[in-house]
């Protein structure tokens, strides 16, 4: 369960954090910020270290479930090309993380902006971390 590539786990956790400091600053930040009703000052009040820490901490997990999951296939007999990989990567944001934060944004009555802006960075993420685990196995 543990027997993974953990410089591609790191790594492709990196990409991923790396994919959201470009998504959410530069291309979407203040796109963003409006849909979730914060300003600048706002963001600056955080505590940062939790924040960005608690981020990492979380890309982490979700690339060490990735890894995982590649390894999955490899016991039993699936050598896995880059796109497979990277289409399963893709796959699990679009079946899995796009519908749960959809609904979630349903209930809590969120704009259709912001689940774009989200939904689209989780794609992204998945895919950046599926292309590590790709090159990384």
């Known amino acids: 369960m543990f027997d993974v590539n ?14 959201g400091g470009i998504w959410y600053g530069p291309v979407m930040g203040k ?4 849909a979730v009703g914060l300003t600048e000052e706002q963001i600056k009040e955080g505590n940062m270290g939790l924040i ?19 390894l999955s296939y490899a ?3 699936a050598d896995l090309s880059v796109k497979a990989k990277v289409m399963t990567a893709f796959g699990v944001a679009l079946g ?5 934060i959809g609904t979630n944004y349903l209930f809590s009555q969120k704009g259709k902006a912001l689940f774009f802006i989200d939904a689209g960075y989780w794609l992204l993420f998945y895919t950046a971390m599926g292309l590590v685990h790709a090159y990384l196995p």
């Open 75 to 77: 016991d039993v007999g």
């Open 96 to 100: 899995f993380i796009v519908p749960a």
């Open 31 to 34: 796109k963003w910020m409006g």
């Open 52 to 70: 960005y820490g608690g981020a990492f901490a979380f890309s982490l997990l979700a690339s060490w479930v990735l890894a995982h999951t590649f």
């Open 6 to 19: 953990w410089i591609g786990v790191i790594l492709a956790a990196l990409a991923g954090f790396v994919v």
